[in-house]
């Protein structure tokens, strides 16, 4: 099969299927859309075919090519990490903003969806930053490569996503200030040493909510806590409020939820 006869073989949306067969072929989507004579080699065939099947079972094309773009760059992804959102860029935006006037904010980043930014103490010196159920690492290496005087700790329960925290480290060369840490986060942050920020973005719906079909393929670990969305966020809020050196906290979480700061 060539190029041209592949790009209208499936009936997916057009991009999808350049993105898939770009990454098969390793060549960027110009590049397939300028070859359409490009014969496919038999082993890029079938996995093309494959592609196509879990696409069309509703997998998200992210763990199909094993990355997603986040914060205008690409992040290493598998099934044991939920899939970085654009509403979570929100939420570097405002740490970042934090960061320069150390005030409390909360903001909408996505329907129903907030940032809230909450300072707990004195930020002089600041220089570490913790993020609780790092993931795939989008927010503690994102805000490690725009921030580089900033040491990040990545705390996650799972032990297959820190893996993929340390693979996306090393793919942007910031595994020397990306210390991994594998437990629970509202445990964890009490052996921290020095004063930091706890930067997070939990799990927080509630169990049994609707959510879109996509989401069937992420961790349930990484997107539910409990009854009323809570679990994580109760404990792991306490726990920074009783902590002296956890200096501020900036949370992505529901709009309902955003009270438990106060
Ligand atoms: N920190 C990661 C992200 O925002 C993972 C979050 C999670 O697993 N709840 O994508």
């Given amino acids: 099969m060539d190029i041209g006869h592949a790009l209208k073989s499936a009936q997916l949306p057009s991009l ?10 390793e ?3 110009a590049w397939i859309l300028a070859h359409p004579e490009h014969e496919l080699s038999q082993t890029s065939e079938q996995f093309f075919s494959q592609a196509l099947k879990r696409r069309e079972a509703g997998e998200p094309i992210a763990y199909i090519i094993g990355e997603k773009e986040f ?17 979570t ?12 006037t ?10 129903d969806i907030v940032c809230a930014s909450k300072k707990l103490g004195d930020l002089a010196n600041i220089s570490t930053i913790v993020d609780v159920g790092s993931g795939s690492g989008c927010i503690g290496i994102t805000l490690a490569l725009e921030l580089p ?45 020095e004063p930091f920020l706890l930067v997070s ?30 679990d994580v966020l109760t404990p792991l809020v306490v726990a920074a409020q009783n902590n002296p ?15 438990m700061l106060n």
């Fill in 201 to 230: 973005n939990p799990p927080y719906i509630p169990e049994g909510d609707d959510v879109s079909p996509d989401v069937y393929f992420e961790p349930d670990t990484a997107l539910y806590a409990g009854d009323i969305g809570m």
């Fill in 89 to 100: 860029e929100g939420l570097i935006e405002c740490a970042l903003k934090f960061f320069k």
């Fill in 16 to 25: 999808e299927i350049e993105v898939l067969l770009s990454t098969i072929i």
């Fill in 149 to 193: 005087n900033i040491k990040v700790i990545a705390m996650d329960i799972s032990s297959e996503a820190l893996e993929v925290t340390k693979a996306n480290a090393e793919k942007y060369s910031v595994q020397d200030r990306i210390e991994c840490q594998l437990g629970d986060g509202s445990k964890l942050i009490t052996n921290v040493k």
């Fill in 27 to 29: 060549k960027d989507r």
């Fill in 245 to 259: 050196l956890c200096r501020a906290i900036i949370l992505e979480c529901r709009k309902d939820q955003v009270d």
């Fill in 71 to 87: 914060y205008g760059r690409s992040f290493i992804v598998n099934h044991s990490v939920l899939i970085p959102r654009p509403a």
């Fill in 102 to 111: 150390e005030t409390d904010n909360i903001s909408d980043i996505d329907t």
